[in-house]
C-alpha cells in the first residue's frame, strides 16, 4: 500500500507539474498593466491569466498566476493563503517564505483534491512555486459541502492588498427553497504576497 500510495503520489506530482507549466514572460511589463497593485513596501504584484489546460480540468486542479516585482534583490517574501469567514477571524491555511534572489518572479498556486473532489475531501493539498522552488502542504478543505463557488480569474486585488483566488458560499437550501446569497455566507479564500518581518 504504502509504495502503491508513494507511487501515485509521485505521478500526481508529475502531472501537476505538466498541467502548471509556467512558460517565462519575455518583456512583461507590470508598470503598464492596469492589474497590478503596488504594495507600501514596494512589491508590484500583477496577477496573470491561466490557460484553461484538460489535464488540471481533469485532475481538479485550481491555478492562479502572478509576477512579481521586486525593489531589490534578496529580499525575504512571504507568502500567505487564508480562508477568511464572515464574522470570524481569518484562519491562515498555509504561509511560507523565501528569500528573492532576483528582483522579479512568477508565483504559481495550485489547489488539489487528494482523494475525490475539491467539494468533498476533509484535506486538500496546497502547492505553491516560486523562484526559488517549491512547496506543498496539507490543508483544511475551504471547499467542503459548499454549494456554489466562483473563481476569480485572474486573482483580483483587495483593499488590503490580499487577492482573492475564489468566494464560495455555504448552506444548502432545504427542499424547495431558493439558495440565498449573501454576505453572511460567503468566504473568501485570499492570497497575498509581502515582505516578510
Same mark, same amino acid.
Given at each position: 500500500?504504502?509504495?502503491?500510495? %508513494?507511487?501515485?503520489?509521485?505521478?500526481?506530482?508529475?502531472?501537476?507539474?505538466?498541467?502548471?507549466?509556467? #512558460?517565462?514572460?519575455?518583456?512583461?511589463?507590470?508598470?503598464?498593466?492596469? %492589474?497590478?497593485?503596488?504594495?507600501?513596501?514596494?512589491?508590484? &504584484?500583477?496577477?496573470?491569466?491561466?490557460?484553461?489546460?484538460? &489535464?488540471?480540468?481533469?485532475?481538479?486542479?485550481?491555478?492562479?498566476?502572478?509576477?512579481?516585482?521586486?525593489?531589490? #534583490? *534578496?529580499?525575504? &517574501?512571504?507568502?500567505?493563503?487564508?480562508?477568511?469567514?464572515?464574522?470570524?477571524?481569518? !484562519? &491562515?491555511?498555509?504561509? *511560507?517564505?523565501?528569500?528573492?534572489?532576483?528582483?522579479?518572479?512568477?508565483?504559481? !498556486?495550485?489547489?488539489?483534491?487528494?482523494?475525490?473532489?475539491?467539494? %468533498?475531501?476533509?484535506?486538500?493539498?496546497?502547492?505553491?512555486?516560486?523562484?526559488?522552488?517549491?512547496?506543498?502542504?496539507?490543508?483544511?478543505?475551504?471547499?467542503?459541502?459548499?454549494?456554489?463557488?466562483?473563481?476569480?480569474? +485572474?486573482?483580483?486585488?483587495? #483593499?488590503?492588498?490580499?487577492?482573492?483566488?475564489?468566494?464560495?458560499?455555504?448552506?444548502? +437550501?432545504?427542499?424547495?427553497?431558493?439558495?440565498?446569497?449573501?454576505?453572511?455566507?460567503?468566504?473568501?479564500?485570499?492570497?497575498?504576497?509581502?515582505?516578510?518581518?
Amino acid at each position: 500500500m504504502g509504495l502503491l500510495t %508513494r507511487g501515485f503520489s509521485a505521478l500526481f506530482a508529475l502531472l501537476l507539474l505538466a498541467a502548471c507549466a509556467m #512558460p517565462p514572460l519575455p518583456g512583461h511589463n507590470a508598470a503598464s498593466d492596469d %492589474r497590478t497593485f503596488e504594495s507600501l513596501d514596494g512589491l508590484k &504584484i500583477t496577477p496573470l491569466d491561466v490557460q484553461p489546460d484538460e &489535464i488540471a480540468e481533469i485532475l481538479d486542479i485550481e491555478r492562479w498566476k502572478f509576477y512579481v516585482v521586486l525593489p531589490e #534583490p *534578496d529580499l525575504k &517574501i512571504a507568502y500567505k493563503l487564508e480562508l477568511r469567514q464572515p464574522g470570524k477571524a481569518p !484562519v &491562515i491555511l498555509a504561509k *511560507d517564505e523565501a528569500t528573492a534572489d532576483t528582483t522579479d518572479e512568477e508565483v504559481l !498556486v495550485a489547489l488539489y483534491s487528494m482523494d475525490t473532489s475539491l467539494s %468533498r475531501d476533509d484535506e486538500i493539498k496546497y502547492y505553491l512555486k516560486t523562484a526559488n522552488g517549491k512547496s506543498h502542504f496539507i490543508i483544511p478543505n475551504p471547499f467542503k459541502d459548499f454549494a456554489v463557488g466562483q473563481e476569480s480569474r +485572474p486573482a483580483t486585488v483587495q #483593499p488590503d492588498g490580499s487577492f482573492l483566488l475564489t468566494r464560495f458560499f455555504v448552506g444548502f +437550501p432545504k427542499s424547495g427553497e431558493e439558495m440565498i446569497y449573501s454576505d453572511e455566507n460567503e468566504n473568501k479564500l485570499v492570497f497575498t504576497i509581502e515582505r516578510a518581518d
